[in-house]
């Protein structure tokens, strides 16, 4: 125990001695905590928009105008049961109508209209959106001469929506792929920087480190200094870090919530609370900064 104010001394010491080094490495470590703490809730919240939005597709089977009841009712009881298919609502012509009116900004359109153009439909939802394509080439089927061949004579086309599922599909992936990218950046810089500082503290002191050895000083006892340094790097970055965030929540986040934002409001009822995300970051400097010194230790410590 009497050797812990020893270690902690000599790795205060250390920093005081490498000034810049140590401000760069927790300046940087500073950045990539705030970075991943504005980039985590913002992934969280692009991903659960994109969910929403996801859910929300669907397939329209438009239907003959000749279509009688019977026809309308056999057609929905074989559409429920495809594969995949989650739910089915009939949209006669004057709901259709209404919904394309309360759309448009011009209303004089429709209320200019003589007839109804609009046909009578059913609106079908999949379990996955990912299954629409195939529910749709199910559902409208084809001939041995490609020609469509729906599953029941009262469909007359389909409104496909598959464009807009491939389109979210790939903003997330991208989304997903640029995140993880700048995490592995920013992190690696953090090791590199703090490994740095660590670096030129060995070299500074190389000659006290030879002279414990010849003492017969362990090797663990010469690194204790080294690693409660990074630990220092990590903690004050880390602080420093979840500060920030916390100044940004309280005067960005928050306000904008309180207005009804909604991509504010999503990312403020993200599925990782802000105590939490703070206590995962604010651990994650320490190691990493910890790790970091380990690494050079491992390195470039040759005693």
Same mark, same amino acid.
């Given at each position: 125990?009497?050797?812990?104010?020893?270690?902690?001394?000599?790795?205060?010491?250390?920093?005081?001695?490498?000034?810049?080094?140590?401000?760069?490495?927790?300046?940087?470590?500073?950045?990539? $905590?705030?970075?991943?703490? $504005?980039?985590?809730?913002?992934?969280?919240?692009?991903?659960?928009?994109?969910?929403?939005?996801?859910?929300?597709?669907?397939?329209?089977?438009?239907?003959?105008?000749?279509?009688?009841?019977?026809?309308?009712?056999?057609?929905?009881?074989?559409?429920?049961? $495809?594969?995949?298919?989650?739910?089915?609502?009939?949209?006669?012509?004057?709901?259709?109508?209404?919904?394309?009116?309360?759309?448009?900004?011009?209303?004089?359109?429709?209320?200019?209209?003589?007839?109804?153009?609009?046909?009578?439909?059913?609106?079908?939802?999949?379990?996955?959106?990912?299954?629409?394509?195939?529910?749709?080439?199910?559902?409208? /089927?084809?001939?041995?001469?490609?020609?469509?061949?729906?599953?029941?004579?009262?469909?007359?086309?389909?409104?496909?929506?598959?464009?807009?599922?491939?389109?979210?599909?790939?903003?997330?992936?991208?989304?997903?792929?640029?995140?993880?990218?700048?995490?592995?950046?920013? &992190?690696?810089?953090?090791?590199?920087?703090?490994?740095?500082?660590?670096?030129?503290?060995?070299?500074?002191?190389?000659?006290?480190?030879?002279?414990?050895?010849?003492?017969?000083?362990?090797?663990?006892?010469?690194?204790?200094?080294?690693?409660?340094?990074?630990?220092?790097?990590?903690?004050? /970055?880390?602080?420093?870090?979840?500060?920030?965030?916390?100044? /940004?929540?309280?005067?960005?986040?928050?306000?904008?919530?309180?207005? /009804?934002?909604?991509?504010?409001?999503?990312?403020?009822?993200?599925?990782?609370?802000?105590?939490?995300?703070?206590?995962?970051?604010?651990?994650?400097?320490?190691? &990493?900064?910890?790790?970091?010194?380990?690494?050079?230790?491992?390195?470039?410590?040759?005693?």
């Amino acid at each position: 125990m009497s050797r812990i104010p020893f270690f902690f001394s000599e790795a205060f010491r250390a920093l005081r001695r490498n000034g810049a080094p140590t401000l760069a490495a927790v300046i940087t470590t500073v950045v990539t $905590v705030v970075l991943l703490g $504005v980039l985590i809730p913002v992934f969280q919240t692009a991903q659960a928009k994109s969910d929403e939005v996801r859910s929300e597709l669907n397939i329209h089977f438009a239907l003959y105008d000749d279509s009688s009841n019977a026809e309308i009712a056999q057609t929905k009881e074989k559409l429920e049961a $495809v594969p995949g298919v989650s739910s089915v609502v009939f949209i006669s012509k004057q709901e259709a109508l209404a919904t394309l009116k309360s759309e448009l900004q011009d209303k004089s359109i429709v209320e200019e209209l003589h007839t109804n153009p609009l046909p009578a439909s059913f609106e079908v939802k999949a379990s996955n959106a990912s299954e629409l394509p195939r529910i749709e080439k199910e559902v409208m /089927g084809t001939t041995s001469g490609g020609k469509p061949n729906p599953i029941s004579p009262a469909i007359s086309n389909p409104f496909s929506r598959q464009q807009s599922t491939q389109q979210i599909a790939k903003v997330t992936s991208a989304l997903k792929i640029v995140l993880t990218v700048i995490m592995a950046l920013l &992190v690696v810089a953090s090791l590199m920087l703090i490994g740095n500082t660590i670096r030129l503290s060995i070299f500074t002191r190389r000659r006290e480190v030879e002279v414990m050895r010849l003492v017969g000083a362990t090797r663990w006892f010469i690194r204790w200094p080294f690693m409660i340094e990074g630990v220092v790097v990590g903690f004050t /970055g880390g602080l420093i870090a979840i500060l920030i965030l916390w100044i /940004g929540k309280i005067t960005i986040v928050d306000p904008l919530s309180n207005n /009804g934002d909604s991509f504010a409001l999503a990312q403020h009822n993200s599925t990782i609370s802000f105590p939490v995300l703070v206590a995962i970051l604010f651990g994650a400097a320490i190691l &990493v900064s910890t790790i970091g010194s380990g690494v050079t230790l491992r390195r470039f410590l040759r005693v």
